[in-house]
């Protein structure tokens, strides 16, 4: 009697610690994704640049880590005139398309809103930002379906890489943002390279 409840003890134990690993690990999932579109989130991408970046500062033949700011254009309109839930489903459906999309080796994460950062170790500098600004505005060029209706949407890029341009992460950010911000001055579906001018 004694053994047999010494085992049932021993096996309560061991459930109970697969229990906390498990509900640890989770926890910590949820700490680096953001809830509504399962990806990582700004502070998993900071994290991952700074470590990609890194790498490349120590190693040059590894190549450049592109940055590309990605948002859906007037995402207010749409959130205003269709709905929260229609907004909501429009992130979801980005967030599938792009990473369905995109090279495994990518790294795409969603900041908030409609913003998304997606994160790429190549080499080619100029050439190689343009090819990736063509793939992402290709991939949003077809209409999203929600609820039985297409919606057409455009989106912006802007794209930065390092450490040719900058060995830190945070102005890397900042300078894809800025990109971001005059591509949006052009008007529909475009992307832009950082420039200093």
Request: positive net charge; proline residues 3%.
């Amino acid at each position: 009697g004694v053994v047999a409840g010494g085992a049932i003890i021993v096996r309560r134990m061991r459930r109970t610690t697969s229990e906390l690993m498990a509900s640890e690990a989770q926890a910590q999932h949820n700490v680096l994704h953001d809830a509504m579109s399962g990806l990582p989130n700004r502070a998993h991408f900071m994290q991952k640049l700074r470590e990609e970046l890194s790498a490349c500062v120590e190693q040059r033949e590894l190549g450049d880590v592109f940055v590309a700011y990605i948002d859906i254009d007037r995402f207010k309109v749409v959130n205003d005139t269709l709905g929260h839930h229609v907004g909501d489903e429009l992130v979801r459906q980005m967030a599938l398309r792009l990473r369905k999309s995109l090279p495994p080796g990518d790294f795409l994460s969603r900041f908030g809103g409609d913003e998304f950062v997606l994160m790429r170790r190549s080499t080619g500098g100029k050439e190689a930002a343009d090819m990736l600004g063509r793939q992402i505005m290709t991939l949003m060029s077809e209409p999203f379906v929600i609820s039985g209706s297409n919606l057409d949407v455009s989106c912006s890029c802007g794209i930065s890489w390092g450490p040719e341009q900058s060995e830190d992460p945070g102005e890397l950010l900042r300078r894809s943002d800025i990109a971001l911000y005059r591509a949006k001055q052009r008007g529909r579906m475009r992307y832009r390279r950082f420039t200093r001018d």
